[in-house]
């Protein structure tokens, strides 16, 4: 009897655990569909913005050619704007960020070489993409900080145009082609990286007018654009977004962070030398400071004076 009793239970026993099982398994199959339905709809979301395209009408931008410190000018814009960072001192292009988050990153071949812009590129093609983050075949540029360059005024544009048209060609056929991590794509849609920048310009702002002499202030604002994509719109410093894991946070450079502590000459030797308050040198792949560095007296006073003039701002709130 006792036997029989002991059967009986075992079954209903098996009979529930089945039941259990088959219910986690049916959240679980619900729970990976649903996440999969996300991802897919996140994907879908980055694709749709990679692929749109813009219709922009360019102000045209006049070039003096005859203008004998055109080049050399040119040359000072592509250093302190960190053109040169990403695409390198030649302009020929290179690798700037390879993670297997974020994906790998090339910046374009701007010289007239073979893997180059091309010889159809024209003049405003360049204004197209360097103050509207539109390319040539009408979709945002990647990564590139164009949104802070909107502000580069007529004669600083025409400038740098004719820089990058003075470079030597360069051969960049041994470039990979740029490709961003799937990981990536859903930490952009789901955070403020400026992946497609076309998307953050107010693409119907004319060009700046050139302004002959700029006061302090309005010089340091006028260059300060530069520091926003690692600093933050307010400089408060944190994390900055898309970048890999192993990057330092941005320093907070409002009074309300070190620049409390910064005497001008401290200020100086952190954009020429590197050499942040504690008297660290700071790498220059994450504080691009061997460009800055290139600044004039004029331009780095006018930004610390500038920077001072900011309302301080809590650390990390970029
Ligand atoms: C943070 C890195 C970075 C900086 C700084 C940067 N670029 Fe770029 N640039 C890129 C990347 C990446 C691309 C390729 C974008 C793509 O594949 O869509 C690019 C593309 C371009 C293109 C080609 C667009 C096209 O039609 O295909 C031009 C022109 C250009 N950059 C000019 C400049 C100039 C001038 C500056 C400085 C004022 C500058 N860039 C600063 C990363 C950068
Ligand atoms: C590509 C990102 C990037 C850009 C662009 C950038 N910075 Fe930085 N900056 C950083 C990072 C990251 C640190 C912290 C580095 C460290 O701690 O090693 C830093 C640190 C600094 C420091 C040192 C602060 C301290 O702790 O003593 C100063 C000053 C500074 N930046 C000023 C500027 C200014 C001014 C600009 C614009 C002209 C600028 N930065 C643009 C990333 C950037």
Redesign the pocket.
């Known amino acids: 009897m006792s036997f029989f009793l002991k059967t009986f239970n075992t079954l209903t026993c098996n009979r529930l655990d089945m039941k259990i099982l088959k219910w986690i398994g049916i959240i679980i199959g619900s729970l990976i569909l649903v996440l999969g339905a996300i991802i897919s709809v996140l994907y879908g979301i980055s694709k749709q913005h990679e692929n749109q395209t813009y219709n922009i009408d360019i102000s045209p931008v006049y070039i003096d050619y005859s203008d004998e410190s055109l080049l050399e000018k040119g040359r000072h814009?592509?250093t302190i704007?960190?053109?040169v960072?990403?695409?390198g001192d030649n302009l020929g292009g290179r690798v700037?960020i390879e993670d297997p988050v974020v994906g790998l990153?090339?910046?374009?071949n701007?010289t007239t070489g073979a893997g180059g812009?091309g010889s159809d590129?024209s003049d405003d093609?360049?204004v197209?993409?360097?103050r509207h983050g539109v390319?040539?075949?009408g979709?945002?540029?990647?990564?590139?900080?164009s949104h802070e360059?909107n502000v580069?005024d007529a004669a600083d544009m025409a400038a740098?145009i004719a820089y990058?048209r003075s470079k030597d060609p360069v051969d960049s056929t041994h470039l990979p082609e740029?490709k961003i991590g799937f990981p990536f794509r859903l930490m952009y849609v789901l955070s403020d990286i400026h992946l497609f920048p076309a998307r953050l310009i107010d693409h119907s702002i004319g060009i700046p007018e050139p302004v002959a002499e700029r006061t302090p202030l309005q010089l340091g604002a006028y260059v300060a654009t530069t520091c926003i994509?690692c600093h933050g719109d307010n400089y408060g410093g944190g994390r900055i977004p898309g970048v890999p894991p192993h990057w330092p946070e941005a320093s907070n450079i409002t009074l309300g962070g070190v620049l409390a502590d910064y005497t001008e000459a401290d200020f100086f030797n952190a954009m020429r030398n590197g050499i942040n308050l504690e008297g660290r040198v700071m790498e220059p792949e994450f504080m691009p400071w061997q460009v800055f560095g290139y600044m004039t007296d004029e331009e780095l006073s006018g930004l610390f004076e500038y920077l001072q003039s900011l309302p301080a701002r809590e650390t990390g709130t970029r």
């Open positions: 814009v592509a704007r960190a053109c960072e990403c695409h700037f990153l090339i910046a374009t701007l812009l590129y093609d360049l197209k993409a360097i390319r040539k075949d979709k945002s540029v990647i990564f590139m900080p360059y580069i740098l990058i740029t994509g």
